[in-house]
């Protein structure tokens, strides 16, 4: 669904730098709620704008972009939503070796129905809205080392009560030195700190005396993680790009409730494109909910993912994609939950085709399968999706 909505990047060249357009798609859903038995087929329209500005400004660059969508369901009109994506990154330089960039980014979506964690499915409306700020400053960018710092501003929050727990904030900040003893090679050393915050954690029920009915009673929990990254990217050819991390992690929480965790983290990602036409890259990682390519915020889960994408130019006007991917979360303990240990593999598959008809208009028509192995059969489901988006862009 989000793949469907969102549309397309698009594309302009130095001579015009400032872009607008216009973006309509229709898609068809076969289980809405992502429920482990009955399902809830609908078909979404979602009309949308696009824009977005790259500027040169004297040794600064400044990169604006963002996309409004108004998705609208056929039958189940109580979740119909405005979704919007803006991004945003001022590279700036001074004289010297002394760089970096700030940026931003916010996002609006409807958020996941069944997201599992120790939370039943809700059947309602609840809009997910993230963002981060980041701030990153390099001296020595074109020498043999360079040293780099950084602070990272992380805010998720859901308007349904009962993903309460996924709320949260936190800061990082980072210290690293990179070397480049040869031309395909760079190695790192960083040091990071995280601290943040899940407002409202539920840690128990108690009964309200007005109404006698159970009611879930939330505390505060303050994290703190600390990582020891080593880093690594090595072009290995002209055409493969191999980039590891490993990392030593410890993280620790204010409520007793929760488990810390102490362990090795880390992720390897490799981009190859064999020819002009070809292009493979692999993702794998495992890490805790706070850090991973999940973004759950889970703060007693470690997960283990990888992912596999390829795209092919058939001509050049039209290209295919393909995408398939796997995600094993583990949970060890979940204060305040219904369940104990518990275990899930979500999968996702995704075939895609891109047709530019001329320089401002294009068509992408996509089929994506999502599906979900759990321990706790309410939380397993499988879902389908099809359907097409076009672009036009005027600059």
Request: aromatic fraction near 8%; glycine fraction near 10%; proline fraction near 3%.
């Amino acid at each position: 669904m989000a793949a469907l909505s969102a549309p397309a990047r698009a594309q302009t060249d130095d001579t015009k730098p400032f872009y607008a357009g216009v973006t309509l798609g229709a898609s068809r859903v076969s289980n809405v709620y992502r429920q482990s038995s009955a399902t809830n087929d609908d078909t979404v329209v979602t009309g949308g704008l696009v824009a977005g500005t790259d500027q040169r400004l004297g040794r600064q660059r400044l990169t604006l972009d963002g996309s409004l969508q108004d998705n609208r369901y056929s039958s189940n009109k109580d979740l119909n939503n405005r979704a919007y994506n803006v991004r945003g990154a001022l590279n700036w330089q001074t004289v010297g070796n002394l760089s970096g960039v700030l940026s931003a980014k916010s996002s609006r979506s409807l958020a996941d129905f069944n997201i599992g964690n120790g939370i039943d499915p809700i059947f309602k409306k609840n809009i997910e809205r993230n963002d981060e700020y980041q701030a990153i400053a390099r001296l020595g960018v074109l020498t043999r080392y360079t040293l780099e710092g950084g602070w990272t501003h992380k805010r998720r929050n859901f308007s349904a009560e009962e993903y309460a727990r996924f709320i949260y904030n936190q800061d990082t900040g980072s210290l690293g030195i990179y070397a480049t003893p040869g031309a395909s090679l760079r190695l790192g050393v960083v040091g990071r700190q995280t601290k943040g915050k899940n407002p409202r954690y539920p840690v128990g029920l108690a009964i309200d005396p007005g109404t006698l009915k159970p009611v879930v009673v939330s505390a505060p929990n303050d994290y703190d993680r600390r990582d020891i990254d080593l880093t690594a990217r090595w072009a290995t050819g002209g055409s493969s790009t191999l980039n590891t991390r490993i990392s030593r992690s410890r993280s620790e929480n204010s409520l007793d409730g929760l488990r810390d965790f102490s362990g090795t983290t880390g992720s390897v990602g490799w981009d190859w494109q064999p020819t002009g036409k070809v292009q493979f890259n692999l993702q794998y990682s495992r890490d805790t909910g706070q850090e991973s390519v999940v973004q759950a915020a889970d703060l007693d889960r470690v997960y283990t993912s990888w992912q596999l994408g390829g795209s092919y130019a058939l001509t050049s006007k039209v290209n295919i994609s393909a995408k398939t991917s796997s995600r094993v979360g583990r949970r060890t303990s979940s204060s305040g939950a219904t369940v104990a240990d518990a275990m899930d593999d979500t999968k996702l598959y995704n075939i895609g085709l891109r047709w530019t008809v001329s320089r401002g208009l294009s068509v992408v028509c996509q089929y994506d399968r999502a599906s979900r192995d759990s321990s706790i059969a309410l939380y397993a489901y499988s879902a389908n999706s099809y359907g097409c988006t076009g672009q036009a862009i005027f600059d």
